[in-house]
């Protein structure tokens, strides 16, 4: 078995966007991320609608990823490492090339955990093989006796979280599971559950993973086998809630309002103990993570047949028919001539073009997506990035393809048409708006707002008089919108800058909009500040490099970037002044014409709406901003 491994639209009230409506937009309301919830057996949004969802999973490790960012998991590699994945999540997500995903599965990776000066108790070694304190050996990601719940509680906040919140900006809810694999056998009472009680702890005392629960869930563990009750026995029901109860208890006693996702037995393919002892939640917030691949539940290539599929897999999860599932690691690709492998259960598997399993999509496939429709509540992600696109086509030349061009009978190119098709489907609402949590200036220069490494490590340091910033080349500081709306300043009409000294040759400012989808390295306003220290922009003209006007109300990056090597930048204050939603004075002694009065944002009067920010008094008096598109 593969071991891989918000969304909230700021919309001030008074703003309203018009925009040509796309005839050939399937899926209008996608990408919308309202906080979601388990109702029934179902996933709903706050309006009460219905939520399915579809994606991937990964994990942040370099030997997963290829080596792609890095050969080590260390400090040095971190943004490379991020800034990895905020490719893959543009590559996901763009719907312009037919990617439509909307959910991540986020492996908290014990690359980036593990410490090999800590040597957990009870572990031993002998001849090279390491053993639990259940005496069983373990090896590989069921070895957790290097784990450090420090660096965990470290790199949550400088990793883990980061990828989350890129994703999230990118309109993926996610699902984050535990550091490793479970081992061969679990139970209750003993060393594994007390660490997956450690790591769900620490996890759910972090603020941003509390603060987006309704779009941040938790899979508990990652492919039980075999879950035992302190006796060590598997004859009775109590043993999954037994187990798992703990674990629910701590995450709830931190304040975490998420839905949780259980696993089950056989690499999570058996929930029947469920079905019979349920664990409890005082918030009724529990799904069922499964794991489904060809020749389980009684469908594979030689065996098809979807009737029988369906019943085997409400056999084998029953929970299905009270609880949402969500399938978190599924893949197939026809075979192809060459050498296989053994699977986690000792069969041999042909081998095929790069997946896990071996099976077709108008075979295995056929049947497995009539158990996605059937039931309706399945939500589902792919076992890695590269079984739904082809993550070098993209990296080398930005191109959005399916994995495995060409072999119509792989995951890639069957999920790239049910993922569109889904998509138009059991979405959540695009009504729902929420405040981001920023203080009154949006620009405050302090460690908790500036970010010194938007790209590249930076460092800052505050006074009272001016902010101290240490940058890379090639780096960028400032303040990154992580939600997908981004920052909504079109009712300004200026940016003042004032530095404590001239900016050195080399210094510009940079602000992205959210057409550029917050790509460092996409179009964006660019201003030469070398050899000044005070600028006023003039917002409502903002355009960027390639003539493109900037859309203020999505500001997502307002940034100072470098040619130097190791500059230190100095900023007394980034301020918004002007109101360009004020028109007492611009109407003041002006006869109306027709039913509305139009202006622009500097007070002259225009007879129609033109393209960008317009002011619109209406007959009755009333005052209304509309930016046209």
């Known amino acids: 078995m593969k071991r891989f491994i918000f969304a909230l639209a700021l919309i001030l009230a008074n703003t309203f966007i018009l925009s040509a409506q796309n005839d050939n937009d399937v899926a209008p309301h996608y990408g919308k991320m309202p906080p979601i919830h388990v109702d029934g057996n179902q996933l709903r949004d706050e309006a009460g609608n219905k939520v399915v969802l579809h994606g991937v999973m990964d994990t942040p490790s370099p030997y997963f990823n290829s080596w792609r960012w890095g050969n080590s998991a260390t400090d040095a590699n971190i943004s490379a490492c991020v800034n990895y994945f905020d ?29 090999n000066s800590v040597n957990a108790k009870g572990f031993t070694t002998q001849n090279g093989k390491t053993y ?40 993926l809810y996610i699902i984050m599971r535990p550091p490793g694999v479970c081992p061969g056998d679990i139970k209750v009472g003993t060393y594994y559950q007390d660490y997956l009680v450690d790591v769900w702890d620490r996890v759910t005392k972090n603020d941003s993973i509390k603060k987006y629960y309704g779009q941040i869930g938790l899979e508990l563990a990652n492919e039980p086998v075999r879950i035992k009750d302190a006796n060590g026995s598997e004859s009775n029901d109590q043993r999954y809630r037994d187990f798992f109860q703990p674990v ?101 598997v042909e081998s095929n073009y790069g997946t896990w399993a071996t099976a077709s999509t108008s075979k295995w496939g056929k049947a497995y997506k009539a158990l996605l429709d059937n039931y309706g509540n399945i939500s589902m992600t792919l076992s890695g990035t590269a079984c739904y696109i082809d993550v070098d086509s993209y990296i080398k030349n930005k191109k959005v393809v399916p994995a495995f061009p060409g072999v119509t009978e792989a995951c890639g190119e069957a999920c790239f048409k049910w993922y569109a098709e889904y998509a138009k489907v059991d979405y959540p609402s695009d009504e729902y708006y929420q405040e981001m ?10 460690d908790k707002w500036f970010n010194p490494h938007i790209l590249y490590e930076g460092t800052a340091t505050h006074s009272s008089s001016f902010s101290t910033v240490n940058m890379k080349k090639g780096g960028c500081v400032g303040w990154r919108f992580d939600n997908p ?44 500040m070398a050899g000044s220290k005070e600028f006023t922009i003039d917002l409502q003209n903002l355009v ?19 040619d130097n090597a190791d500059q230190k930048f100095y900023i ?12 007492t004075d611009l109407t003041a002694g002006a006869s109306a014409f027709g039913k509305e009065e139009y202006f622009t944002t500097n007070g002259i009067r225009i007879n129609s709406l033109q393209k960008g920010l317009n002011i619109v008094k209406k007959a009755d008096g009333s005052v209304k901003k509309v930016l046209v598109k």
């Open 544 to 562: 960027s490099e390639a003539g493109n006007k900037i859309d203020l109300s999505h500001i997502r990056i307002v940034g100072v970037s470098s």
């Open 485 to 528: 709306g981004g920052l909504d300043i079109s009712q300004y009409e200026y940016l003042k800058i004032v530095l404590p000294r001239n900016a050195v040759k080399g210094t510009y400012l940079r602000i992205y909009d959210n057409s550029c989808n917050a790509n460092y390295f996409g179009d964006c306003y660019k201003l030469n």
């Open 437 to 446: 949590d920023i203080p009154e200036n949006a620009f405050e220069l302090s």
């Open 248 to 348: 629910i208890d701590k995450i709830r006693a931190n304040g975490f309002k998420g839905i949780i996702w259980l696993p089950g037995g056989i690499w999570q393919q058996e929930y029947k103990p469920y079905a019979a002892c349920p664990p409890t939640d005082p918030l009724n917030n529990l799904g069922y993570a499964v794991h489904n691949y060809p020749g389980w539940y009684n469908n594979s290539d030689q065996n098809c047949v979807a009737a029988n599929t369906i019943t085997a897999f409400g056999n084998s999860v029953p929970v299905v028919r009270t609880n949402p599932i969500v399938i978190t690691e599924v893949d197939w690709s026809p075979q192809k001539p060459g050498t296989g492998h053994y699977n986690e259960s000792g069969a041999w």
């Open 132 to 171: 639990d304190p259940l005496g069983q050996e373990v090896g590989g990601e069921a070895d957790i006796h290097h784990y450090s719940g420090a660096r965990l509680t470290r790199y949550l906040k400088t990793v883990y979280w980061r990828i989350a919140q890129q994703g999230l900006r990118h309109g």
């Open 87 to 115: 490719k893959l999540f543009t590559a996901i997500t763009d719907s312009t090339c037919g990617a439509y995903c909307n959910l991540f599965r986020l492996h908290l990776d014990p690359c980036w955990t593990n410490d």
């Open 572 to 583: 007394s204050s980034i301020t918004l002044d002007g109101n360009a939603s004020g028109i």
